[in-house]
């Protein structure tokens, strides 16, 4: 009990928060939403460093990548990639944006891969060159009004890669090898940030974008969730 206490206060709530919910039995609304955001939080982790990764270990271990959109892949590579640019170019420190890297990676090998099952195996080496090539000169070279305008379009880019995504699930009539773990931490990432734009900046442009992100996550996992069946039966053929 000591240990789980010490990780609720460390982690999850204060300990004004510990005493009124573990102690008097009482929910007020702030350690409600003090709980929320510190979940919130964690999902958004979740989302940014391991989300891309189930998807990869699952092509590779099917050795397909059959129902994944391209585009929608290189939409999200741009989308998670602008951040980074723009902490390069502003000269922010390390840790403030390292551990998108591995996130970058993650996409970058499973547009590889995507490339490689179709027997594109050249073009997806290219591709890797290109990419890596293009993050080195628009971070070291690229003018600010470019930077900060590939910035304002992340977002836009992550929403459409999920539009897009879900366009090709609806047109195959099922999701192929789409990670359920991968939607579903997308899904838990998308709504945490909403819930963190909602709280720190109310109804503004930006929530509502957040709203539309998590909208289409919101879809795409329904699809996976729907599509089980179909799915598992095309596997089988």
């Not at 490339?115 to 990419?131: E, I, N, S």
């Not at 998308?190 to 998590?214: I, K």
Request: net charge positive.
């Amino acid at each position: 009990m000591s240990l789980f206490r010490e990780f609720l206060l460390t982690f999850v709530m204060p300990h004004r928060c510990y005493e009124e919910i573990f102690v008097n039995f009482h929910l007020s609304v702030s350690c409600f939403r003090h709980v929320l955001k510190k979940a919130a939080g964690f999902w958004m982790l979740l989302d940014t460093l391991l989300a891309p990764l189930p998807q990869l270990l699952k092509i590779v271990w099917r050795g397909s990548a059959d129902g994944l959109s391209l585009p929608s892949v290189l939409l999200q590579l741009y989308s998670l990639s602008c951040p980074v640019v723009y902490a390069v170019a502003n000269n922010y420190p390390l840790f403030a944006w390292a551990e998108r890297i591995f996130t970058l990676a993650q996409l970058a090998v499973i547009a590889f891969l995507i490339l490689c099952y179709r027997g594109d195996t050249l073009k997806g080496v290219l591709f890797l060159l290109a990419y890596n090539g293009l993050m080195f000169l628009l971070g070291s070279y690229a003018p600010i009004a470019l930077v900060s305008g590939m910035q304002s379009s992340s977002l836009i880019s992550l929403i459409a890669s999920k539009v897009l995504q879900a366009g090709t699930n609806y047109y195959n009539g099922h999701t192929g090898q789409l990670s359920t773990l991968s939607v579903l931490l997308t899904w838990a990432g998308s709504l945490g940030v909403f819930f963190f734009s909602l709280q720190e900046t109310g109804y503004t442009l930006a929530t509502l974008s957040y709203t539309l992100s998590a909208c289409a996550s919101c879809v795409v996992l329904a699809q996976v969730l729907c599509h089980r069946s179909s799915t598992a039966a095309k596997k089988e053929e």
